[in-house]
């Protein structure tokens, strides 16, 4: 799709956040390993590909992961995805950009803020996708990122994760 049809797609904003027990570096940490994703999102089966970099002075790391739609337990669909992640102002943010089929952008920035005796996790996103699809991918992200969320709590303090 050409640049300038992808600018017209409209952009949906979402926004998650949770407060963990754990300093923000714990979770900035954690975080910056893609391989951590897999058991804190229920789509994600695996990543590769991984691939440290640096862009203008700031550490990146690019990988690729796989999503498993399932309905009923049997596995519809395996979509690929290409993520980037910058480590924008350790330890308190990391800007997250995710390209998935069929042009679908995720832009997502994860703060890191102390709180008490534990750390504010917040995780704003803005979705570019094809207005067709909206209400879908807005339900899948909105699912995904509340597991991830409440994943990341439960591994981070301790508790068992559940999966969704």
């Known amino acids: 799709m050409p640049e300038s049809e992808m600018l017209k797609m409209p952009v949906y904003l979402l926004e998650f956040q949770t407060q963990i027990k754990v300093p923000p570096q714990v979770v900035y940490d954690h975080l910056s390993d893609p391989h951590n994703f897999v058991g804190l999102q229920p789509l994600l089966t695996h990543v590769e ?9 700031v550490r990146s790391v690019s990988y690729t992961t796989v999503e498993a739609f ?18 924008t102002r350790p330890p308190y943010q990391i800007n997250v950009v995710v390209h998935s089929f069929p042009n679908i952008t995720l832009n997502v920035e994860y703060t890191f ?13 803005q979705i570019q996708a094809h207005a067709l699809l909206a209400k879908f991918v807005i ?22 994760t559940k999966i969704s």
């Open 49 to 57: 590909a991984v691939q440290f970099g640096e862009l203008n002075g």
């Open 70 to 87: 399932r309905r009923m337990n049997i596995v519809l669909y395996r979509n690929r995805i290409r993520v980037q992640s910058f480590f």
């Open 113 to 125: 803020a102390p709180l008490g005796d534990g750390v504010l996790v917040k995780e704003e996103m």
């Open 139 to 160: 339900s899948e992200a909105t699912k995904a990122q509340t597991a991830l969320l409440e994943n990341l709590k439960h591994r981070l303090e301790g508790a068992p």
